[in-house]
């Protein structure tokens, strides 16, 4: 079993910061990307960041400049900077990795969100 676990979200005032962990356990045989999404309430879900084994990171425009992904590898965890928060950047963060287990497909796995509310 694989799990994607997040943590860091919370309540933070416009031009804040958060900081968001993401790590994945279980019999992972190697991890291709790590990404972040976020999904506004009545919105669709949208990629924020991805960070690729291989490659250039890719960001949402809305948060270049402000958001940085970056990665432990050694310890199959993500990270996302969140600075200059806006109201707008209020929604629930999932961690996503796309990794291959023991005798299994390469695929998605998701955490279960965290909550990052802006507001003052």
């Known amino acids: 079993q694989v799990q994607l676990v997040e943590s860091g979200g919370g309540l933070v005032q416009p031009g804040g910061s958060l900081r968001l962990s993401c790590a994945a356990s279980g019999s992972i045989i190697i991890i291709y990307h790590m990404a972040w999404y976020r999904q506004a309430p009545g919105k669709e879900r949208e990629l924020v960041a991805r960070s690729p084994s291989v490659g250039s990171t890719i960001y949402a425009d809305s948060v270049k400049g402000r958001f940085t992904i970056s990665r432990d590898n050694a310890k199959n965890t993500v990270f996302l900077q969140m600075s200059s928060l806006k109201p707008e950047d209020t929604a629930v963060y999932y961690c996503?990795?796309?990794?291959?287990?023991?005798?299994?497909?390469?695929?998605?796995?998701w955490g279960q969100g965290t909550q990052v509310t802006v507001s003052s």
């Open positions: 996503s990795a796309n990794l291959r287990v023991p005798a299994g497909p390469r695929e998605d796995y």
